[in-house]
């Protein structure tokens, strides 16, 4: 797990400003690109990266139309950001925040 500095770019659900991304993924040390997914930390929404690196929304109903390894990547991703969460309650930080974390 990794994580890589991205273009400032604004999450389309919450409007949290992301300019980090970690990779879930373990073996790769890429950071993101365009057409890679991510989920916001905050509001835990799926978004994708477009070719200028902003942030879209997939739809929910897209969601099916993801490949099964993709949705079950996002699935760890997602479990890995509920697990991250609930350090960062206990221990009073916030996971979406870089200038927070300890
Ligand atoms: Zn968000």
């Not at 994708?48 to 490949?67: N, Q």
């Not at 996002?74 to 221990?91: G, I, N, P, T, V």
Request: aromatic share 6%.
């Amino acid at each position: 797990m990794s994580t890589h500095p991205v273009p400032a770019a604004c999450c389309p659900g919450c409007g949290l400003e992301v300019a980090a991304a970690t990779n879930a993924e373990r073996g790769v040390d890429d950071g993101p690109g365009p057409g890679d997914l991510t989920i916001c930390a905050r509001c835990r929404r799926f978004l994708t990266f477009e070719t200028d690196m902003s942030l879209v929304e997939i739809a929910p109903e897209d969601y099916v139309k993801l490949p099964l390894e993709t949705l079950a990547s996002l699935m760890r991703a997602l479990r890995l950001l509920a697990s991250l969460s609930q350090k960062a309650e206990e221990e009073s930080w916030a996971v979406w925040d870089p200038d927070d974390w300890p």
